[in-house]
């Protein structure tokens, strides 16, 4: 979920069941919700692959006041745990130096890559400036350098 949204780990651990699902059970097309970190409102869709995801994890058992993301206890999974989590899974595959923040830069280094469009790219994860935007996806010397090395006019 947190490549598929571009949510900070904070929002994604904050979220709960009636963020996606409506009072009559069906799971939402759209979340809106308040950034913790911004303050900004961020309102985006659900794509296919969370839609199905969430289906089947949520289930009918989770009542909607539920966070999405439960620890082993039964309360909020914290940023910690939620680290732990991913860095575990993602040493079990064979990837090394994930950390919470990693599935938001994979969003933003995806789209810039498939669109090329930086302000949109810019716009989806509500950062300031393009300088942010560029060090946030890991655009690199080498990257600006290939540009005018494969680029004969």
Not at 50 to 68: A, N, P, R, T, W
Not at 102 to 129: A, E, I, M
């Amino acid at each position: 979920m947190g490549i598929n949204t571009a949510l900070r780990v904070s929002n994604l651990l904050t979220l709960t069941v009636g963020d996606v699902r409506d009072r009559s059970g069906r799971l939402r097309s759209f979340v809106s919700m308040k950034e913790a970190k911004t303050g900004k409102l961020k309102q985006f869709p659900l794509n296919s692959a969370v839609l199905k995801v969430l289906k089947d994890y949520i289930g009918s058992g989770m009542e909607s006041d539920q966070f999405l993301f439960l620890s082993a206890k039964g309360g909020p999974l914290t940023r910690v745990q939620a680290y732990r989590i991913l860095n575990d899974a993602a040493q079990k595959v064979g990837i090394d130096a994930v950390g919470t923040h990693t599935l938001r830069k994979t969003f933003g280094y995806h789209t810039y890559r498939q669109t090329k469009n930086l302000g949109l790219v810019q716009k989806l994860l509500n950062h300031s400036s393009s300088v942010d935007t560029l060090r946030y996806i890991g655009i690199e010397q080498e990257d600006l350098d290939a540009v005018y090395l494969n680029l004969n006019l």
